[in-house]
């Protein structure tokens, strides 16, 4: 990759972040992590990436507050989000459950657990990467 495409990881689980910031940087991304809504957010607004993984549950603020916030702030909407959720549409109804039908500003959504190589695979689509 000759432009190095920046990324920021966000997920209240530190070995799942160290997992895909691994298998990124191997693909030549450049990885920023942070573990939770709030730290997300200040990383977006310091330094803005290229796109962002973006997990559902996370404490202090939750993905989906994450992401509308950047949706509809005009200096952040065209960053590309992938979200990921552990949330079962088929399991108990819970505060995150409620959002499976309706329509997510994300430009991406996978279920957890997602392998390392979709996820990248998910990302560089996003990004218009071969």
Not at 10 to 39: K, M, T
Not at 87 to 111: H, K
């Amino acid at each position: 990759m000759v432009d190095k495409k920046r990324i920021l990881v966000v997920d209240d689980e530190p070995d799942f972040c160290s997992i895909i910031q691994g298998n990124l940087e191997r693909d030549g991304f450049e990885v920023e992590i942070a573990y939770d809504g709030v730290e997300g957010l200040d990383k977006v607004r310091q330094n803005p990436p290229d796109a962002i993984i973006l997990d559902v549950m996370m404490p202090e603020k939750d993905g989906y507050e994450v992401c509308r916030e950047l949706k509809n702030d005009e200096n952040f909407a065209s960053i590309p989000i992938l979200m990921l959720t552990a949330v079962s549409s088929l399991g108990p109804s819970t505060r995150y459950s409620q959002y499976d039908r309706i329509e997510l500003d994300a430009d991406g959504y996978l279920s957890k657990p997602a392998s390392a190589e979709k996820i990248t695979a998910s990302l560089k689509g996003l990004l218009n990467l071969p």
